[in-house]
Protein backbone atom coordinates (compact mmCIF):
# COMPACT_ATOMS: atom_id res chain seq x y z
CA UNK A 1 0.00 0.00 0.00
CA UNK A 2 0.88 3.53 -0.85
CA UNK A 3 -0.13 6.66 0.81
CA UNK A 4 0.69 10.23 -0.75
CA UNK A 5 0.15 13.70 0.47
CA UNK A 6 -1.38 15.52 -2.24
CA UNK A 7 -1.23 19.11 -0.18
CA UNK A 8 -0.30 19.54 3.47
CA UNK A 9 -1.82 23.48 3.69
CA UNK A 10 -4.48 25.40 5.09
CA UNK A 11 -7.76 26.95 3.39
CA UNK A 12 -5.52 29.76 1.83
CA UNK A 13 -2.49 27.42 0.93
CA UNK A 14 1.29 28.30 1.22
CA UNK A 15 2.62 31.05 -0.27
CA UNK A 16 -0.41 32.55 0.47
CA UNK A 17 -1.65 35.26 -1.77
CA UNK A 18 -0.09 39.08 -1.75
CA UNK A 19 1.60 37.95 1.58
CA UNK A 20 5.32 39.19 2.23
CA UNK A 21 5.79 37.05 5.24
CA UNK A 22 9.64 35.25 5.54
CA UNK A 23 7.87 31.43 4.86
CA UNK A 24 6.27 33.08 1.86
CA UNK A 25 9.16 34.38 0.63
CA UNK A 26 10.80 31.50 1.07
CA UNK A 27 7.98 29.36 -0.93
CA UNK A 28 8.66 32.34 -3.50
CA UNK A 29 12.08 31.94 -3.88
CA UNK A 30 12.78 28.29 -3.78
CA UNK A 31 9.35 27.19 -5.70
CA UNK A 32 7.70 25.51 -2.11
CA UNK A 33 4.17 25.18 -1.88
CA UNK A 34 1.58 23.41 0.39
CA UNK A 35 -1.53 22.90 -1.18
CA UNK A 36 -4.43 22.35 0.58
CA UNK A 37 -4.45 19.30 2.53
CA UNK A 38 -5.64 16.13 0.88
CA UNK A 39 -4.66 12.36 0.77
CA UNK A 40 -3.80 9.57 -2.34
CA UNK A 41 -4.29 6.01 -0.95
CA UNK A 42 -2.85 3.37 -3.14
CA UNK A 43 -4.30 -0.42 -2.59
CA UNK A 44 -3.71 -3.12 -5.07
CA UNK A 45 -4.50 -0.72 -8.34
CA UNK A 46 -7.32 1.13 -6.90
CA UNK A 47 -6.98 4.82 -5.48
CA UNK A 48 -9.24 6.27 -2.56
CA UNK A 49 -9.05 10.07 -2.47
CA UNK A 50 -9.42 11.53 1.28
CA UNK A 51 -10.97 14.75 1.02
CA UNK A 52 -10.88 16.70 -2.39
CA UNK A 53 -9.87 20.52 -1.81
CA UNK A 54 -9.90 23.03 -4.81
CA UNK A 55 -6.22 22.55 -5.80
CA UNK A 56 -7.53 18.79 -6.52
CA UNK A 57 -6.54 19.05 -10.52
CA UNK A 58 -2.58 20.22 -10.03
CA UNK A 59 -2.53 17.39 -7.15
CA UNK A 60 -3.68 14.51 -9.38
CA UNK A 61 -1.51 16.10 -12.61
CA UNK A 62 1.81 15.76 -9.87
CA UNK A 63 0.79 12.20 -8.80
CA UNK A 64 0.29 10.74 -12.81
CA UNK A 65 -3.21 11.34 -13.17
CA UNK A 66 -4.73 8.25 -11.24
CA UNK A 67 -7.85 7.30 -11.71
CA UNK A 68 -9.97 7.52 -8.42
CA UNK A 69 -12.19 4.36 -7.16
CA UNK A 70 -13.33 6.04 -4.09
CA UNK A 71 -13.61 9.47 -2.24
CA UNK A 72 -13.93 9.91 1.48
CA UNK A 73 -14.60 13.44 3.00
CA UNK A 74 -14.14 14.57 6.60
CA UNK A 75 -16.26 17.33 6.63
CA UNK A 76 -17.93 20.32 4.97
CA UNK A 77 -15.76 23.33 4.94
CA UNK A 78 -14.59 24.50 1.41
CA UNK A 79 -10.94 23.54 1.54
CA UNK A 80 -11.98 19.91 1.82
CA UNK A 81 -14.48 19.29 -0.75
CA UNK A 82 -15.29 21.89 -3.55
CA UNK A 83 -12.67 20.46 -5.72
CA UNK A 84 -15.18 17.41 -6.42
CA UNK A 85 -16.03 19.61 -9.62
CA UNK A 86 -12.91 19.00 -10.59
CA UNK A 87 -14.35 15.31 -12.18
CA UNK A 88 -16.37 16.94 -14.68
CA UNK A 89 -15.00 15.28 -17.94
CA UNK A 90 -12.37 13.75 -16.52
CA UNK A 91 -13.57 10.68 -14.85
CA UNK A 92 -16.75 8.52 -13.78
CA UNK A 93 -17.56 10.46 -10.35
CA UNK A 94 -16.28 8.36 -7.91
CA UNK A 95 -18.39 7.31 -5.00
CA UNK A 96 -18.64 9.33 -2.39
CA UNK A 97 -18.26 7.85 1.47
CA UNK A 98 -18.76 10.58 4.43
CA UNK A 99 -20.21 10.52 7.72
CA UNK A 100 -24.41 11.49 7.11
CA UNK A 101 -24.99 15.24 8.12
CA UNK A 102 -21.27 15.86 5.76
CA UNK A 103 -22.61 13.73 3.22
CA UNK A 104 -26.27 15.98 2.93
CA UNK A 105 -24.00 18.92 2.94
CA UNK A 106 -21.82 18.89 0.76
CA UNK A 107 -23.29 16.81 -2.38
CA UNK A 108 -25.44 19.79 -2.53
CA UNK A 109 -22.84 21.53 -4.32
CA UNK A 110 -22.75 19.62 -7.76
CA UNK A 111 -26.08 19.18 -9.34
CA UNK A 112 -23.88 19.32 -12.49
CA UNK A 113 -22.58 15.89 -11.99
CA UNK A 114 -23.58 12.30 -11.42
CA UNK A 115 -23.47 12.06 -7.86
CA UNK A 116 -22.94 8.26 -6.10
CA UNK A 117 -23.39 8.76 -2.18
CA UNK A 118 -22.52 6.39 0.99
CA UNK A 119 -24.04 7.53 4.16
CA UNK A 120 -21.58 6.22 6.97
CA UNK A 121 -21.91 7.36 10.63
CA UNK A 122 -18.58 7.62 12.85
CA UNK A 123 -17.39 4.86 14.42
CA UNK A 124 -18.47 2.37 11.98
CA UNK A 125 -16.10 0.73 10.20
CA UNK A 126 -16.37 0.15 6.35
CA UNK A 127 -14.55 -1.32 3.66
CA UNK A 128 -13.61 0.78 0.44
CA UNK A 129 -11.30 -1.01 -2.02
CA UNK A 130 -9.82 -3.58 0.40
CA UNK A 131 -8.75 -1.04 3.18
CA UNK A 132 -10.89 -0.77 6.27
CA UNK A 133 -12.23 2.83 6.97
CA UNK A 134 -13.60 4.63 10.05
CA UNK A 135 -14.60 7.81 10.58
CA UNK A 136 -13.90 9.04 13.90
CA UNK A 137 -15.33 12.15 15.25
CA UNK A 138 -13.15 15.16 15.94
CA UNK A 139 -13.75 18.51 17.81
CA UNK A 140 -13.40 21.69 15.19
CA UNK A 141 -15.99 24.10 15.86
CA UNK A 142 -18.84 24.69 14.76
CA UNK A 143 -18.83 22.29 11.86
CA UNK A 144 -19.36 18.35 12.39
CA UNK A 145 -15.89 16.90 11.78
CA UNK A 146 -14.26 13.62 11.01
CA UNK A 147 -11.12 11.92 11.41
CA UNK A 148 -9.97 8.72 9.58
CA UNK A 149 -8.57 5.43 10.75
CA UNK A 150 -7.41 3.89 7.45
CA UNK A 151 -6.30 -0.05 8.15
CA UNK A 152 -5.46 -2.66 5.83
CA UNK A 153 -3.90 -6.09 7.48
CA UNK A 154 -1.90 -4.67 10.29
CA UNK A 155 -1.21 -1.52 9.20
CA UNK A 156 -3.25 1.50 10.66
CA UNK A 157 -2.85 5.25 9.49
CA UNK A 158 -4.54 7.92 11.35
CA UNK A 159 -5.40 11.19 9.87
CA UNK A 160 -6.75 14.09 11.82
CA UNK A 161 -6.28 17.00 9.45
CA UNK A 162 -9.12 20.26 10.94
CA UNK A 163 -9.14 19.73 14.73
CA UNK A 164 -8.51 21.22 18.11
CA UNK A 165 -7.37 19.43 21.27
CA UNK A 166 -9.77 17.25 23.09
CA UNK A 167 -10.64 14.75 21.14
CA UNK A 168 -13.91 12.07 22.57
CA UNK A 169 -12.21 8.75 24.00
CA UNK A 170 -13.76 6.83 21.77
CA UNK A 171 -11.49 8.30 18.60
CA UNK A 172 -8.04 8.68 21.01
CA UNK A 173 -8.71 4.67 20.95
CA UNK A 174 -8.62 3.85 17.93
CA UNK A 175 -6.16 6.02 17.17
CA UNK A 176 -4.09 4.76 19.66
CA UNK A 177 -0.55 3.23 18.66
CA UNK A 178 -1.66 4.01 15.04
CA UNK A 179 2.03 3.50 12.58
CA UNK A 180 1.39 6.86 10.91
CA UNK A 181 -0.65 9.76 12.05
CA UNK A 182 -1.27 12.56 9.76
CA UNK A 183 -2.33 15.45 12.41
CA UNK A 184 -3.39 18.91 11.88
CA UNK A 185 -0.91 21.86 13.23
CA UNK A 186 -2.23 24.85 11.70
CA UNK A 187 0.13 27.32 13.42
CA UNK A 188 3.62 27.62 15.83
CA UNK A 189 3.19 26.86 19.49
CA UNK A 190 3.03 30.54 20.32
CA UNK A 191 -0.07 30.83 18.45
CA UNK A 192 -3.55 29.54 19.84
CA UNK A 193 -6.68 29.35 17.29
CA UNK A 194 -9.89 27.95 19.07
CA UNK A 195 -10.56 25.33 16.21
CA UNK A 196 -7.39 23.75 15.61
CA UNK A 197 -4.57 22.85 16.87
CA UNK A 198 -0.92 24.00 16.93
CA UNK A 199 2.25 22.79 16.67
CA UNK A 200 2.48 22.07 20.04
CA UNK A 201 -0.20 20.29 20.24
CA UNK A 202 0.12 18.38 17.28
CA UNK A 203 3.08 16.67 18.98
CA UNK A 204 1.65 15.84 22.52
CA UNK A 205 -1.18 14.46 20.81
CA UNK A 206 1.42 12.27 18.97
CA UNK A 207 3.34 11.29 21.91
CA UNK A 208 0.23 10.66 24.01
CA UNK A 209 -0.78 8.36 21.59
CA UNK A 210 2.32 6.65 20.85
CA UNK A 211 2.40 6.30 17.39
CA UNK A 212 4.61 4.88 14.97
CA UNK A 213 5.76 7.79 13.53
CA UNK A 214 3.86 11.34 12.23
CA UNK A 215 3.46 14.42 10.18
CA UNK A 216 1.82 17.92 10.35
CA UNK A 217 -0.94 18.75 7.55
CA UNK A 218 -3.16 21.14 7.38
CA UNK A 219 -0.62 24.02 7.94
CA UNK A 220 -0.78 27.78 7.83
CA UNK A 221 2.16 29.92 6.05
CA UNK A 222 2.95 31.02 9.32
CA UNK A 223 4.66 27.56 10.07
CA UNK A 224 8.28 27.58 9.52
CA UNK A 225 9.79 25.07 6.93
CA UNK A 226 12.47 23.68 8.99
CA UNK A 227 10.45 21.82 11.98
CA UNK A 228 10.61 18.08 12.39
CA UNK A 229 7.73 16.35 11.37
CA UNK A 230 6.31 18.24 8.78
CA UNK A 231 4.88 16.90 6.03
CA UNK A 232 5.39 17.95 2.71
CA UNK A 233 3.67 18.27 -0.52
CA UNK A 234 4.28 14.69 -2.67
CA UNK A 235 5.87 13.15 0.29
CA UNK A 236 5.14 9.15 0.07
CA UNK A 237 4.59 6.44 2.58
CA UNK A 238 5.15 2.82 0.95
CA UNK A 239 4.30 -0.38 3.14
CA UNK A 240 4.48 -4.28 2.06
Known sequence: ???RLLGTGDATGTP???CSCP?????????LQRLRTSLLLEHRGSHILV??????????LAAGSPHID?????HGHYDHFIGFGEFYRVQDTPVVYAPPSVLEYCSGFFNFLP????????????SVCGVECTFLEVPHPPAYTCGLLLCQGDLRIGYTADASPGFPEESLSLLEGVDLLLVDALVPSTFQIPKHMNYADARELARSLNVGDFR???????LAWDLP???????TFCWN
Open 23 to 31: QCRHARENG
Open 1 to 3: MKL
Open 70 to 74: ALLWT
Open 16 to 18: KVG
Open 115 to 126: FHGRSVPAYKPF
Open 51 to 60: DSGPDLRQQL
Open 229 to 235: FLGHDGE
Open 216 to 222: CVHMSHH
